[in-house]
């Protein structure tokens, strides 16, 4: 199972936006499986936000459709989250795998002020 590195989160006030990138170790490519974002809030369950498959179609769960986009560059290395008009909800840990992978990352925070 590949291992991957969350980068990119911050703190940020309502309403405005973050990028966040996941980066294959080892160079590890993000296209090879379906790739997910999942994000986390101290106390709750994990919970999945958006999948990219290998030939590029992307799902998002309701709660972030139509701010929330994922993507990967070129070189099918690093898989992105623009995250766009950001609310208190979003803050949490965001992270990235595979689908069906258990190894998760370290992850990186998001802080939406309220």
């Known amino acids: 199972q590949a291992q991957f590195v969350e980068s990119g989160g911050g703190l940020v006030q309502p309403g405005g936006s973050l990028r966040l990138s996941c980066a294959g170790s080892g160079g590890s490519s993000v296209s090879a499986e379906i790739m997910t974002w999942h994000r986390q809030v101290p106390g709750k369950a994990r919970e999945w936000a958006a999948s990219l498959f290998p030939g590029g179609a992307t799902f998002n769960a309701d709660s972030v459709k139509g701010r929330f986009t994922v993507s990967r560059d070129d070189a099918e290395t690093t898989m992105y989250l623009q995250m766009n008009n950001l609310k208190p909800e979003d803050t949490a840990a965001y992270y990235c795998?595979?689908?069906?992978?258990?190894?998760w990352g370290q992850g990186t925070q998001v802080t939406v002020l309220s």
């Open positions: 795998k595979q689908h069906g992978s258990t190894k």
